[in-house]
């Protein structure tokens, strides 16, 4: 974990582009975090998000090609990197580490 | 696509993004756009997309612009110029400065008047979710009874029915004497509910914070007066003596508070709790429904919405008096407390309510006399232009681009503005006592953030605003014809005289305004009001300490003051003496209301005299007599009216008849009165009963209201030559008349002055404004009249030499200015007329505006326009032409 921390929105943006494979452009990453955590975000913070990931090497990303919609411009496609990858190992595992170490109930108020 | 998002924000997107990034975050955006289009709600895609393009405006899209670098320099560079240009020509420099200054410094005046005025109450978290409620009877079309007051129970009933409702706190300022023994004092103690403090954002800072008032021992101070009654020592646990009724009552200081903020409706130094109100109310006034009191805000949650709770609210009431009033009658309603200070169609409360067009007027004052400072310095810098246009062609011929030259002005003019702003502000602070002595506008400058945001503001709106025209003239000139030395186009000589024209306008404007509002107030203050008040002193009386019914209060206060006026009348300089329930200057005189014999609702204001009280104020009788000192018969059944009483009671011959309801007491009208304008000049005279006895009165009325109270004070006329004899006579025969109680006296002058204190500081503050702006505006033509000389001193010079007279001479230069004058004094006069017609409109007596305002301040700002040109020509007139002939 040292090295890369990243933040909340990130890890859910970098969660997006691993889930959605190839097909991961900004609007598409909008609408998966918008079905399973139910947050509409704005489309241009996914864009600064994307932006800082990439720096970092987290992903990477590639000009699809020409579409009819959206008046001809072509998707930025997103795909995770192999650091990227390996981040959301470590958050996942420390999480994981974390959470088998709570007792199976809770007990507050008692 | 069908439908394409608006043109300017994509280009804009297109001009600033990075080219890489371009083409997705447009096509993303694009698609963003379709799907609301797709959704049918054009708008809100037109509104998101501009909004996604200005958030995307952020470090890591922007492109890299060329060329920053080289700007950066040249700005500095700029700078320095600027700077050089201000110390060359330092006259220049300080018409310029001084004039935008001036206006900067008025701008800050007014402007924080009217901004302090549009942020009463706003200071509370929760203001925008606290209402006020108000009580509307309406029995017939004259017959309404409007009040901002509400009965007590109206707390509980709307706590207690609506989940909406939050809290519902009452206040209700009392007027008791406070202390022990020697030491008491008349201070207001308010009245109010326990969750008052979680209600409003007055800061308790010392003792129990959380509820300082729940037992109804309690009671909480404002730390001037914690200072005030026990000096450095800790207030909390203290005991406070208030009397009550007719018990002294000891009350525990629990907390402390901020003193309230002048910006606030609700003022108060000491409150005790309402839990208080069954021990000095009885039942009945607890429940009843046409008794109004205290003052009931409610709070309502963060999602509520107030229209639920007042139609609910009628329901609720309607329930309860279903019986009594008929539908319509009795109406409820909700005023935001932001509302409450500039909202005159709701009746004044606790607080008195401003006037939210005199706040609008100010505010747009303030901004015409900033924007008269900008054009002041447009036209001065436009006239330099000639002088720069040298500078400017060199420049031109050595490469320098339009766009460099522009920013190169315009350096200049930010520079100034800049430090227009410092002398400004700096200024405004130091002449800030003054002008809230001047004017009593008790503003304060208290430096805020937002504060640095307004000024930074205001250096770029000025500088940008007054510079930009004269940046492009000169940065437009043909090289080859400022080289070659030729003049300039007759289309910018018209602009600039356009200029003039306006800013002479708006100076003519605010001088004929001023004259208006200062005539206007010297009539109303001036005007024969039927009665003589001058160096008439009214000392309010004091009941026996003892006396606890209402008619007993009065006369036992009568009494005392009949044992004062024997002590007074030994001295040789007090005269008149009377006495009376209310004395001119306020607008409290008592109202009844009764139903006449014929089963009309009838209103009538009333007075409570003894019979000196009409000589001291030299009241006329138009018919019929006065008062007899000593009749017997007067004291008990005689009555006299004022003429718009005859009037309105339809009393053909008033003289020995009596007043149209057989419920009155035993009595008969023995004369009638002048209309003496008994209020303010606001208001016609309005109808006016006046008896010795109140009982007549009292026993046939159904209405009563106290708008001051009828406790009688003492009246007379004072001829000595120091108005502090006034106050050594008193206070020897005071205390042993009134021992304990407070002497408390006021000139009546000084009461009517009060009357009009909104639209003396009103007169007043347009009066700086004015003054302010002659100034700008003075230095705006003494710096043209001084280009123009400088460009003719050769034309002067042959002129004399051909043999023309120094007026002539004069004349060829006064002229232009004399037209334009002219012509600024001709758009002046219809916005005067019409604005000044709305102001008068307040008033019920008001003069007319004549011509001869008009006249005189067309020859006011001629003779200084004649005054400021002169001052200057004259001497170039004067000068040997040898001199200037010489010059090259």
Known sequence: ?110 | MSKHPPRWADRFLEWYCHPDLLEDIQGDLYEMYERKIALKRPLLANMLFIWYVFRSFRPGAIKKFQGNKNSITMTGNNFKIAFRVMLRDKFNTFLNLGGLAIGVACFILLGFFAKRELSFDRFHAKSDKIYRVWLKEVYAEDKIFFNSTTPIRFENLLEEHFGEVETAVQLLPQNYLVGRGDDRDNEVVTIVSPEFFEVFDFQLTKGNSSQPLTSPGAMVISESHAVKYFGSDDPIGRVIPVEIGDEIRDFNVTAVFEDIRTESSIQFNMAISNVIYPEIFSQGTMEAWFSIAPETYVLIGESSNISTVEAGMQEVVMGYLSEEVEEGVYNIGFQPLTDIHLNADIPAGIAPVGNRDYVYILGAIAILVLVIACVNYTTLSIGQSLKRSGEVGIRKVMGALKGSLVNQYLSESLLTALFALIVGVGASYLLLPIFNDLTQANISLQFETWHIGLYAGLIIIMGIASGIYPAFILSRLNVTAILRGSGQSKRNHFIRKGMVVFQFMITVFLITSTLIMNNQLRYIQGKDVGYNYSATVSVPLYPDPSASRFLERLKTAADKGELLKEKLSLYPEISNIGKGSHVFGTSGWARMAFTDDNDVFRRFRYLIVDASYFSTFDIKMKAGRGFEDGSSLDEKQSVIINQAAADYFGLKSPVGSKLPSREFGEHSIIGVTENFNFTSLHNEVEPLVISQDPMIIFSGVSDVGFGDSPVPKLVFRYEGSSLLGVREILDKEWETTFPGEELNFTFVEDDMQQQYAAENRMSRLVTVATILSIIIAALGLLGLTVLVINSKVKEIGIRKVVGASVFTIFWSLARSFSTQLIIGIALSIPITWWLMTDWLSDFAYRINIGVVTFIISAIISAVIALLVISFHTLRAALVNPVKSLRVE
């Not at chain 1, 008046?71 to 997103?78: A, D, I, L, S, V």
């Open chain 1, 1 to 110: 974990m040292r090295g890369e921390h990243i933040g909340e929105l990130e890890e859910l943006v970098l969660l997006a582009v691993g889930s959605l494979l190839d097909k991961a452009y900004a609007v598409a990453i909008l609408d998966v975090i918008k079905q399973s955590t139910n947050r509409t975000l704005d489309v241009t913070a996914i864009h600064a998000v994307l932006r800082r990931l990439e720096k970092k090497g987290l992903v990477s990303s590639s000009m699809g090609g020409a579409t009819a919609e959206r008046g001809g411009r072509r998707k930025r496609y997103f795909t995770l990197s192999q650091s990227g990858r390996q981040v959301l190992d470590d958050v996942m595992s420390v999480r994981m580490a974390l959470y088998n170490k709570m007792p199976k109930l809770t007990f507050a108020g008692i």
